[in-house]
């Protein structure tokens, strides 16, 4: 009598991997690297989401300075964004560099389409003090965006710009917040960074408020520092997190980003978006 015997039973095929968290950022590219739409996807790698981008205009930019600003055409702008929401899909949308009035406008039309958290970074100079949006774009900004951002992440210059509220020192963060409250976000965290004494950032709703405090670092490279935190917000809010615990886990990895930021160039090098790595 022969008996028959079992082949090797074939392994289960694999499981396709989960797609990470989806997070679009929208904004100017920074051809050094540190800032912009460079910065965003480093942060939203270091931080687990898979990132995407709609660049809305090229700078020509590095450690000393934006040299040059190139808008991109309102039709590219708006297919870079459609094409990434209508097939791949987001969690959270960043905006940072908007530069024109239009684009401002056309972005705004654009997010009203995505049914997700908004992160607006106000961006209105660069770090060397070179303009980066236009003056007619600011009421542009303020009525049709900022309505729109789940949160807005505006340090003090930006507060001025928005509402012309002047931010002296950490006292004045609550009256600022409120000022730009009224411009219709659901949340703002009012970056005290540019004041003296320790680093001292607000978020409010108007109703909760959290003080997010770190030591002040005595650092040159500082390139990027709010294009991360804001990205880092949206890389969170992905997640399904509270703005509360947004804020304080981009908080965190921006504090440990700055501590580690390097000298690149002859200017102010970028914050290390990679320094957990290099530890």
């Known amino acids: 009598m022969v008996t028959a015997v079992p082949g090797p039973v074939p392994a289960p095929a694999p499981r396709a991997p989960a797609a990470p968290p989806r997070v679009l950022t929208i904004a100017g590219s920074d051809s050094g690297g540190g800032a912009g739409i460079q910065a965003d996807l480093k942060t939203m790698l270091e931080l687990g989401v898979h990132g995407m981008s709609a660049i809305v205009a090229v700078t020509a930019q590095n450690s000393l300075g934006v040299h040059g600003v190139w808008d991109l055409p309102a039709a590219a702008v708006r297919g870079q964004i459609r094409a990434v929401v209508d097939d791949i899909g987001v969690d959270a949308v960043k905006t940072g560099m908007l530069s024109s009035a239009s684009l401002v406008a056309l972005v705004a039309e654009e997010v009203d389409r995505v049914a997700a958290p908004l992160v607006v970074d106000p961006v209105g100079v660069s770090k060397h003090g070179d303009p980066l949006l236009a003056p007619d774009a600011v009421d542009v900004l303020r009525r049709q965006l900022l309505p729109r951002a789940t949160i807005v992440t505006p340090n003090v210059d930006e507060v001025r710009l928005l509402t012309g509220v ?108 990679g320094y957990r790595h290099r530890r």
């Open 166 to 273: 002047e931010v002296r020192d950490a006292a004045d963060l609550p009256r600022a917040a409120a000022a730009v409250l009224e411009l219709g976000p659901r949340w703002v965290l009012v970056k005290g960074g540019h004041l003296p004494g320790d680093a001292v950032d607000l978020l409010t709703d108007g109703v909760t408020e959290l003080v997010l405090r770190g030591p002040r670092l005595d650092r040159r490279h500082t390139h990027g520092t709010g294009c991360t935190l804001a990205s880092a917000i949206a890389a969170r809010l992905a997640f399904g997190d509270a703005p509360e615990q947004a804020a304080r886990a981009a908080k965190e990895f921006v504090s440990g980003a700055l501590a580690a930021g390097f000298p690149l160039g002859g200017g102010i090098g970028p914050v290390d978006h």
